[in-house]
């Protein structure tokens, strides 16, 4: 294909097919079953790619059918899987010079880089016309998820948020049975979680280990990012980042968008009005709890209201518990049943009038216990509408390559089970959690020195304004303060 045949292609993809009309390059059918022009493919590029990264850029890689064409990762030995499974694949350190480098040779971008760095990456992506997946949580705070949910709508980019939960035929069945009003209406939720399974709720360290051999310090600085700078520890990076504040979303900003997602989705929640919550707390000393403002604390236990709905025409409150707290067995679950997970360790409850819907994360194992004590579970035959359900993770990538090529707004675009217009308010609430849990930690202190926790009450929320109503201070956690040199727009 020449140059500025590509050339255009690039273009096409970025306004999208179904603004163009269609395809103007041979389509696959002509070429015959099973094979795909080059002209087909897209060119993705990633940011982070170890982790959880390793996984993502392979399925949208999708066994060849799209081109790899650049990784981003700040520490390439722990991505060095990845970059022996994609050698043509071009390395970078710093997404920012990746994205500016090569930009029209990029149609989309993989985001699995930890969740301080979600916000600044997408929006930089989308701002450039590049469609972009972006891991959960979608962002690092509400602010981010609101904006970033606004500027896909603005710069028509085909999104996905990484709860690939979400494309699972489990919710497809759980609102299935909801609609068919088998559980009626409903009043109450529960969400739990075994997380955090890392070190949390511990002091700052204090000690300056050298630095991986593998990252230098302009690395280092790379990794920080928009966050505030400290030395490198390996309590931050790789994996554990996510028990500080600084970097990471703690025990709700890990699961809450894969366990809180399928009550959100199957009731069509919007905006939660009120939250209130209590957290663990940890003693070194007799009667005087640490005082770690920096870090997520061990457990915690929210409490969130929402208004009645269409889809449930009654108030609803949706109860969150971490660190392995869990919810007491309804009467009528019998006590040897697990609830959600093996072991009950993570799960989802839905209290309806008549039964209650239980599911595990990625709303897997769904079951409904009706009062009238029948028991229903997942019908084998279930049929869904995801072409791609048997793909790995459902088909959550696939689903967005797919629709990227189909174009914004197509048919293919609005099956997405969690583009931003979805993931965005998801992520508010989940987020929501983390607002009260910052709010009630943080403290501020009286003249004679002493910690005064104004933020220790119920927090009334103002979701279209983004807005604590009655504890001002706490709206300082709704966004957050970028590092000199980064921003969000
Ligand atoms: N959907 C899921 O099932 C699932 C599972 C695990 C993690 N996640 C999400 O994936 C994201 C990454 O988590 P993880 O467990 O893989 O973390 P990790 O620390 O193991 O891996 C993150 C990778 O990103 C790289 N990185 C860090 N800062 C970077 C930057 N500024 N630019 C480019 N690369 C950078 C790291 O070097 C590392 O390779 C998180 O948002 C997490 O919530 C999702």
């Given at each position: 294909?020449?140059?500025?045949?590509?050339?255009?292609?690039?273009?096409?993809?970025?306004?999208?097919?179904?603004?163009?009309?269609?395809?103007?390059?041979v389509?696959?059918?002509?070429?015959?079953?099973?094979f795909?022009?080059?002209?087909d493919?897209?060119?993705?590029?990633?940011?982070?790619?170890?982790?959880?990264?390793?996984?993502?850029?392979?399925?949208?890689?999708?066994?060849?059918?799209?081109?790899?064409?650049?990784?981003?990762?700040?520490?390439?030995?722990?991505?060095?899987?990845?970059?022996?499974?994609?050698?043509?694949?071009?390395?970078?350190?710093?997404?920012?010079?990746?994205?500016?480098?090569?930009?029209?040779?990029?149609?989309?971008?993989?985001?699995?880089?930890?969740?301080?760095?979600?916000?600044?990456?997408?929006?930089?992506?989308?701002?450039?016309?590049?469609?972009?997946?972006?891991?959960?949580?979608?962002t690092?705070n509400?602010?981010?998820?609101?904006?970033?949910?606004?500027?896909?709508?603005?710069?028509?980019?085909?999104?996905?948020?990484?709860?690939?939960?979400?494309?699972?035929?489990?919710?497809?069945?759980?609102?299935?049975?909801?609609?068919?009003?088998?559980?009626?209406?409903?009043?109450?939720?529960?969400?739990?979680?075994?997380?955090?399974?890392?070190?949390?709720?511990?002091?700052?360290?204090?000690?300056?280990?050298?630095?991986?051999?593998?990252?230098?310090?302009?690395?280092?600085?790379?990794?920080?990012?928009?966050?505030?700078?400290?030395?490198?520890?390996?309590?931050?990076?790789?994996?554990?980042?996510?028990?500080?504040?600084?970097?990471?979303?703690?025990?709700?900003?890990d699961?809450?968008?894969?366990?809180?997602?399928?009550?959100?989705?199957?009731l069509?929640?919007?905006?939660?009005?009120?939250?209130?919550?209590?957290?663990?707390?940890?003693?070194?000393?007799?009667?005087?709890?640490?005082?770690?403002?920096?870090?997520?604390?061990?457990?915690?236990?929210?409490?969130?209201?929402?208004?009645?709905?269409?889809?449930?025409?009654?108030?609803?409150?949706?109860?969150?518990?971490?660190?392995?707290?869990?919810?007491?067995?309804?009467?009528?679950?019998?006590?040897?049943?697990?609830?959600?997970?093996?072991?009950?360790?993570?799960?989802?409850?839905?209290?309806?009038?008549?039964?209650?819907?239980t599911?595990?994360t990625?709303?897997?194992?769904?079951?409904?216990?009706?009062?009238?004590?029948?028991?229903?579970?997942?019908?084998?035959?279930?049929?869904?509408?995801?072409?791609?359900e048997?793909?790995?993770?459902?088909?959550?990538?696939?689903?967005?390559?797919?629709?990227?090529?189909?174009?914004?707004?197509?048919?293919?675009?609005?099956?997405?089970t969690?583009?931003?217009?979805?993931?965005?308010?998801?992520?508010?609430?989940?987020?929501?959690?983390?607002?009260?849990?910052?709010?009630?930690?943080t403290?501020?202190?009286?003249?004679?020195?002493?910690?005064?926790?104004?933020?220790?009450?119920?927090?009334?929320?103002?979701?279209?304004?983004?807005?604590?109503?009655?504890?001002?201070?706490?709206?300082?956690?709704?966004?957050?303060k970028?590092?000199?040199?980064?921003?969000?727009?």
């Amino acid at each position: 294909m020449k140059k500025s045949q590509q050339q255009n292609r690039r273009e096409f993809i970025k306004k999208g097919a179904a603004v163009a009309g269609g395809f103007f390059i041979v389509p696959r059918h002509v070429l015959g079953k099973g094979f795909i022009a080059p002209s087909d493919k897209l060119n993705i590029a990633a940011i982070g790619a170890g982790g959880k990264g390793s996984s993502d850029i392979k399925n949208a890689y999708n066994k060849g059918a799209e081109n790899i064409v650049a990784l981003c990762d700040v520490d390439h030995a722990r991505c060095e899987g990845t970059i022996k499974e994609f050698p043509s694949a071009k390395l970078y350190k710093d997404f920012r010079k990746m994205l500016t480098e090569m930009g029209k040779d990029i149609d989309a971008v993989v985001i699995s880089a930890p969740d301080h760095i979600h916000g600044i990456a997408a929006m930089t992506a989308m701002q450039m016309g590049k469609h972009v997946y972006v891991q959960k949580p979608l962002t690092h705070n509400i602010y981010e998820a609101r904006q970033l949910t606004e500027a896909a709508r603005k710069y028509k980019m085909v999104t996905q948020m990484g709860n690939q939960g979400a494309s699972n035929p489990g919710q497809q069945q759980m609102i299935k049975w909801f609609d068919e009003g088998k559980i009626g209406k409903v009043k109450e939720v529960h969400v739990w979680t075994n997380r955090p399974v890392w070190p949390q709720g511990i002091k700052v360290p204090t000690d300056k280990p050298a630095l991986i051999e593998s990252m230098s310090a302009s690395d280092w600085d790379l990794f920080i990012g928009p966050a505030e700078f400290v030395d490198y520890h390996p309590l931050y990076h790789p994996f554990k980042w996510r028990g500080w504040w600084n970097f990471g979303t703690g025990a709700l900003g890990d699961m809450g968008c894969h366990l809180i997602d399928p009550p959100f989705r199957v009731l069509e929640l919007g905006y939660p009005t009120e939250v209130e919550c209590s957290v663990g707390q940890v003693f070194t000393r007799d009667w005087t709890p640490e005082y770690i403002p920096e870090g997520c604390p061990p457990s915690s236990h929210v409490q969130l209201k929402f208004p009645a709905t269409k889809k449930n025409p009654t108030d609803l409150t949706m109860v969150w518990y971490d660190g392995g707290i869990r919810p007491f067995h309804p009467s009528i679950i019998p006590a040897d049943d697990d609830i959600g997970d093996a072991g009950s360790t993570n799960g989802a409850m839905l209290l309806g009038e008549k039964g209650v819907m239980t599911c595990g994360t990625y709303g897997l194992n769904p079951k409904i216990y009706l009062n009238s004590g029948e028991k229903l579970e997942m019908d084998k035959n279930f049929k869904t509408d995801n072409p791609n359900e048997k793909l790995p993770e459902y088909g959550h990538h696939v689903s967005w390559t797919d629709a990227i090529k189909a174009g914004f707004n197509s048919k293919e675009h609005k099956a997405l089970t969690s583009s931003f217009d979805y993931a965005g308010p998801l992520t508010e609430t989940v987020l929501m959690g983390n607002l009260a849990i910052r709010s009630y930690t943080t403290a501020s202190k009286d003249k004679n020195g002493k910690l005064e926790f104004d933020g220790r009450k119920k927090l009334i929320w103002d979701g279209p304004k983004m807005e604590i109503t009655n504890y001002k201070d706490g709206n300082q956690f709704v966004g957050r303060k970028y590092r000199d040199g980064w921003k969000l727009i």
